[in-house]
């Protein structure tokens, strides 16, 4: 059997499966690094389980929105996690301008988690929808300044594509790559709600971004949620990650090897910017969001004008 | 009329308070105000007589406490508030009405302290609000989403910025001062010792001061000593806890992490003395439950030793990061002026570039012989309460030092004698977060007859509101944790 045929779902599953591990991962480096033991790196997968296993309570004042909004979200952030490569693998869906499908099924995803916040009508999550809202309108343009510069360098449109058209022959244009790939740093920390933006730890309301907006939610849609956060985390480190396949030469194992190797040192780069940074002021997010955005902007002028 | 002049700790006799009649109280109260004295008492002297109403006044240049009292008619327990001219008798003109049914007239803002329901003056009070397309109001706890204790705050926002907060609390109230009127004398110091968990020995330590002072014991020098002490410890770990809340607020997790291991050191180091980490079971009348050993010291002196160390590397850490610095300064300011006026006390009022700090304006115990500098700054804002935590921390490491290396020699345990009839005392001390005033009064047959406990977040909860008007409402938790107040002790 042909086995490019299963290389698609076989990525998807990986992806579903790893996320959480991911994320437990940076919690135990992050642990390690404050000098605690912290919990197991399995830690996610228990509290899914338990998550899995509890009962849903909707608050009396939500409307059906609250309902079906953990649910399509996670079905959404799948489909967009369908869209990625893991190394040379041939990602499920893959065609001629998935990367406009991709940033919208993402925005989709949030558009009803804002939507669904908003239902409950507390006001803890009317502040936190709203505070989503505005760094999303930021976070946008990060994106299509980095991946969407690289894209219009190559003029390929689909993702799978676009990172594999990378070459590394001109020096001018790793440094573009380079700078890319901190750009889709910075909006992978945003997009996650990872410090210095957001605080994944913090217990304390009135501070929470993504956090608060998922505040009323219990069991299985807490589940939901939650997996769905994981996944979104995954999504954006192989985002960061897929910058650094032109390392290697074209082969799977390469690929696979660059993956694992990559995950690993992009969470470790989280756990140390989490452990060695403060949090941002509020007001001053849009600052760095913009700072990020005129990155992108300044080195895609700048290498098409240099080229 | 003169008010009657006493010193901390002083006992005096209760029939040489001067009582005048409403008209001439309440002179008396506002020429106090307004020569700059701070209240820090207004209740009547006994709960059965509500009528004859004590206030009491701390002169800082003279460490004079000044009591006036005042005779009012059993059925019109009605006063011109003071309120309006001199903020600071708010919050006292507020819990005398709810307590005792006074009615302070043209009062600014009659609310209840620590009764939600209670109905103050003629109609139930409601929380103050904001109107208008944009405003919203967010409304927090009394169950919050971490562990801490239980307070309802209510914020009037117009976006991101507060315009108002306003703090109920009541929530944890207790009757401690009720409890400790009808206990025996073992129970009272578990009972002083309950006040506010954080804050074990400056209340034990008061508490203890009032009740040997009202039986004339001499408390020997050495567990004089031993005390303050034991009260500077707990400060170093208070505030080293929290430098790390703060630290933590700001999801700064490395320096959040250090300075929690270096408070359970301080902690563990009053442990050694007395077996509980909070202090709990080291006081006892006439003086201490136990001493230090030569092995206690040297292990002390280690364990000071480490923290002094590392404190130093975390603070250059902390105080130095720019993105630390952006958060904290210039949030959640409270001027010298506004402190003044709304009379905050202690750690808070000091970063206000306030001089108050019992230690040295009130002394007690061991602090008449071996005095602590007076710290202050005068920013007022987060960065300024949190640094003067670390600069207190290394006043108060330098105290113990210099006081385990040259420990008294002697008992660290007298007889107690039996407690004085129609006697009066007020003992202040310095806990780590202000200014703790017990005042205590005996009957006829010499059992206690009026117990009232002010603890500093009682003065301070009010600061906390100031602090955060057109402040982010997402600087409130960082702003809360730079005060740090305390709940029960607000609740009693």
């Known amino acids: ?307 | 009329m003169m008010p009657l002049e006493v010193q901390n700790n002083q006992s005096f006799d209760l029939a040489a308070i001067p009582f005048e009649d409403r008209k001439n109280f309440r002179d008396a109260v506002l020429e106090e105000l307004s020569n700059g004295n701070r209240m820090i008492g207004l209740y009547p002297i006994e709960k059965t007589h509500s009528e004859k109403l004590i206030a009491l006044f701390a002169e800082p240049d003279s460490s004079m406490i000044h009591i006036i009292g005042g005779i009012f008619d059993e059925h019109n327990l009605q006063f011109e508030s003071w309120a309006n001219e001199f903020p600071q008798t708010n919050y006292y003109e507020c819990e005398l009405s709810e307590n005792y049914g006074y009615l302070p007239l043209n009062h600014p803002w009659l609310r209840p302290v620590r009764k939600q329901n209670f109905i103050l003056g003629d109609k139930p009070y409601h929380f103050y609000r904001m109107d208008g397309e944009e405003i919203h109001e967010v409304a927090v706890g009394p169950i919050h989403a971490g562990v801490i204790e239980p307070g309802h705050f209510r914020f009037q926002c117009h976006g991101e910025l507060v315009y108002n907060l306003e703090i109920n609390l009541g929530y944890q109230h207790r009757g401690i001062e009720k409890l400790l009127l009808n206990s025996n004398p073992l129970q009272r110091i578990i009972l002083s010792e309950s006040i506010a968990g954080d804050t074990v020995i400056g209340h034990s330590h008061a508490h203890c001061n009032a009740i040997e002072n009202l039986s004339n014991t001499q408390v020997s020098f050495r567990a004089q000593v031993v005390r303050s002490i034991a009260e500077e410890i707990e400060r170093i770990a208070m505030h080293l806890s929290g430098l790390g809340g703060v630290a933590n607020d700001i999801g700064f997790a490395l320096v959040s992490s250090s300075y929690g291991r270096l408070r359970t050191l301080a902690i563990n180091s009053l442990a050694l003395l007395c077996g509980s980490r909070f202090g709990r079971g080291l006081f006892i009348y006439g003086g201490v439950r136990f001493d230090y050993t030569d092995e206690i010291i040297e292990e002390t002196i280690a364990n000071l030793q480490i923290i002094k160390n590392d404190v130093a590397v975390i603070n250059e850490y902390l105080f130095s990061s720019t993105g630390v610095l952006t958060r904290f300064e210039n949030t959640g300011i409270i001027s010298k002026e506004s402190a003044q006026q709304i009379g905050m006390v202690g750690l808070a009022a000091r970063s206000s570039g306030l001089e108050n700090d019992a230690r040295v304006q009130f002394p007690y115990g061991a602090y008449r012989y071996n005095p602590v500098s007076l710290i202050t700054l005068s920013s007022g804002d987060v960065f300024a309460r949190a640094r003067l935590r670390a600069l207190e921390i290394d006043e108060s490491l330098k105290f113990i030092n210099d006081q385990l290396e040259n420990l008294p020699q002697g008992e660290i345990k007298t007889n107690v004698e039996n407690i004085i009839a129609k006697k009066g005392v007020i003992s202040i001390t310095e806990g780590w977060r202000g200014e703790i005033i017990h005042t205590v009064f005996t009957d006829e047959k010499g059992n206690l007859a009026l117990y009232k406990i002010k603890d500093p977040s009682f003065n301070n909860w009010y600061g906390l509101s100031l602090a955060l008007r057109r402040t982010a409402i997402s600087d409130f938790p960082l702003c809360n944790k730079s005060f740090d107040l305390s709940y029960a002790g607000h609740d009693l």
């Not at chain 1, 390392?247 to 694992?260: H, P, R």
């Open chain 1, 1 to 307: 059997m042909d086995i490019e045929i299963l290389q698609g779902p076989i990525a998807i599953f990986v992806i579903i499966g790893i996320a959480p591990l991911f994320a437990g991962f940076i919690n135990k480096q992050k642990a390690i690094l404050t000098g605690r033991i912290g919990a197991p790196v399995l830690q996610p997968y228990y509290d899914l389980l338990r998550l899995f296993r509890k009962e849903t309570i909707n608050a009396k004042s939500s409307s059906f929105i609250s309902q079906i909004s953990p649910l399509i979200n996670f079905i959404v952030i799948i489909v967009a996690a369908a869209m990625l490569p893991i190394g040379y693998w041939k990602p499920l869906i893959s065609f001629n301008g998935d990367i406009i499908l991709f940033a919208y099924t993402l925005g989709l995803a949030r558009f009803f988690q804002i939507l669904a916040a908003m239902d409950i009508g507390s006001s803890f999550e009317g502040m936190g929808a709203s505070r989503e809202a505005t760094f999303a309108l930021f976070a946008e343009p990060i994106f299509f300044f980095t991946l969407g510069s690289v894209a219009f360098i190559s003029g390929l449109t689909s993702i799978y594509d676009i990172y594999h058209s990378i070459r590394l022959d001109n020096i001018s244009y790793i440094v573009f790559i380079i700078i890319c790939s901190i750009s889709a740093f910075i909006l992978a920390i945003t997009e996650c709600s990872r410090m210095p933006v957001d605080d994944p730890n913090t217990h304390l309301e009135l501070t929470m971004i993504h956090e608060v907006m998922i505040l009323d939610n219990s069991g299985f849609d807490l589940f939901l949620y939650l997996y769905s956060s994981y996944i979104k985390l995954f999504i954006y480190a192989i985002l960061e990650i897929s910058f650094f396949y032109p390392f290697s030469a074209k082969s799977y194992l390469l690929g696979i090897v660059i993956f694992i190797v990559g995950s690993i040192i992009l969470s470790l780069t989280l756990a140390i910017v989490e452990t060695i940074t403060s949090r941002f002021k509020m007001k001053n997010i849009p600052q760095y969001l913009l700072f990020a955005t005129a990155i992108g902007i300044l080195n895609l002028l700048i290498y098409t004008f240099t080229k």
